[in-house]
């Protein structure tokens, strides 16, 4: 199912800019599974969410990103999980590519797992999806020259950036889960998405109550992809 945004990219990268915006609208005030006490089970597992605004909870409270509901849903499933979240609101996959080593170098030791979530402000600014992917190929190598395993985490272009830029921009995420041996969520915002009342107002974020669904829709893959304890 294709992404189906009609916005200018303009538009696209003005909310996803580090400029303020209007409050989100409130989240679903019923209790959440992912949000009970559950007990530490096992081997910590630490997880790098590495990404853009998508990861790093743009115009949410602290606890209602992605990384920290993905926590305890994973906790839930069994699994030990500290999530780091590593998103940077407003980050292309250049910068991103830039700051990965970095990133890895500070940490107290390396992550048993890394989702890597960007290429959407690359999007939003109508760069080439070459350029995309060779950014996204050069974090992969920096990841795989560290023995850290990989979860893709893939984005689609809307319709109105074009035929041609859209089939591009589309294969590049399956193309580069093959070339690497990775697995693949193919389209983060896929539970969302087409759902307004999931989303900001600026119809490219999820509200709290859109995490949620996200992290239910993806869960069950991030969990496969965490490796056993030896």
Known sequence: MAF???????????ACSNADAPPAPEASTSVSPLEEDLPVIGPERTI????????????????????????????????????????????????????????????????????????????????????????IAAILDELKARNIPVLLVGMRAPPNMGAQFQAEFDALYPALAQEYGVPLVPFFLEAVYDKPALMLDDRIHPNAEGIVQIVGATVDQVAAAVPAAD
């Open 48 to 135: 790098l969410a590495f990404g853009d605004s998508l990861f790093a909870g743009y115009n949410l409270g602290p606890d209602e990103g992605y990384p920290e509901r993905l926590e305890p849903a994973l906790r839930a499933k069994g699994i030990n999980a500290r999530v780091i979240d590593a998103g940077v609101s407003g980050d292309t996959s250049a910068a991103g590519r830039q700051r990965i080593a970095f990133v890895l170098d500070n940490l107290d030791s390396p992550p048993h797992l890394a989702l890597v979530e960007l290429g959407g402000n690359d999007l939003l600014r109508g760069l080439p999806p070459a350029e995309t992917r060779a950014n």
């Open 4 to 14: 189906g945004l009609v916005l200018v990219p303009v538009m696209f990268l003005a």
